[in-house]
């Protein structure tokens, strides 16, 4: 008992350490988190549908904070959009594991800005990383707006490096298999097109269920490149090999979204 004890003191007091340290740095973007029940899959591991959405809430909760989430933008009708994606992951989070995600922004262009992410746990253990990409979107236009222009962001950079290298461009999948799929009303978020994390799911229903039973997912690239939406009909196709590719097109053929999954042996 006292082992015991005594354990869970080191953890609540590396915890805090690694929060005080966050703060000290300047980095205020410290989310804390829990891997829930609904989050898991058949392994007893974190699927990257929940992780990926525990990312993009931090996201949003960091630029809530700093005055530009999507209730400050949206006074002046423009709205954050999901460009590239990339994650790596060392150690996946297992059920009821707590852990904190730490993001933070480092760069900033006229289209597009660089977000970032670092996880773990309650050790202070790395467990994941990922770099996103945004654009600022006006939303009548559906129009890009110069990011550059808004003053908040601007002082939220920090200097330092993304932890992972930046999300890959998908050139071409060549599908062995494809499916059918009709944006229905559990698809869609608040802006009525397919929220980001629904591609990524309706990908990994196409996979063997040994992929995910004898595999571990070491990096995903994401490359959004157009909205789907509410009763779009879609054509989702898988081409296997080395990397598991993916491909969302259109009705009339055009890509909406790509993705590379790369694997290793558990």
């Known amino acids: 008992m006292l082992a015991l004890a005594l354990h869970k003191f080191l953890r609540k ?48 909760e960091d630029a809530d904070r700093n005055g530009f989430g999507l209730r400050d933008l949206n006074c002046s009708n423009c709205s954050w959009v999901l460009s590239r994606v990339a994650m790596e992951f060392d150690h996946w989070l297992m059920q009821y594991e707590r852990f904190s995600v730490r993001t933070w922004v480092n760069e900033v262009g006229r289209l597009m800005t660089t977000r970032n992410m670092v996880l773990t746990d309650e050790m202070g253990v790395r467990r994941g990383a990922a770099v996103t990409q945004w654009a600022m979107i006006d939303l009548d236009r559906r129009t890009p707006v110069d990011i550059r222009a808004n003053l908040d962001y601007a002082a939220a950079i920090r200097e330092e490096p993304s932890p992972i290298e930046k999300p890959q461009r998908i050139l071409r999948v060549t599908p062995v298999r494809t499916v059918a799929h009709r944006v229905s009303y559990s698809d869609i978020d608040f802006n ?3 929220n980001s994390m629904k591609y990524m799911e309706w990908m990994f229903d196409l996979l063997p269920l040994e992929y995910i039973t004898d595999r571990t997912l070491a990096r995903v690239d994401i490359n959004y490149h157009h909205e789907a939406r509410y009763g779009e009909l879609l054509t989702i196709c898988f081409e296997d090999g080395p990397q598991s590719l993916f491909e969302i097109k259109n009705s009339e053929g055009v890509p909406i979204c790509r993705a590379s999954l790369g694997w290793r042996e558990r």
């Open 192 to 194: 009525r097109h397919a």
């Open 13 to 60: 007091l590396i915890y805090l350490r690694k929060q005080i340290e966050c703060r000290g740095m300047g980095m205020d973007g410290c989310y804390d988190y829990v891997v829930e029940p609904r989050d898991v899959d058949l392994t007893g591991r974190a699927t990257f549908v929940a992780v990926g959405n525990y990312v993009l809430q931090a996201a949003g």
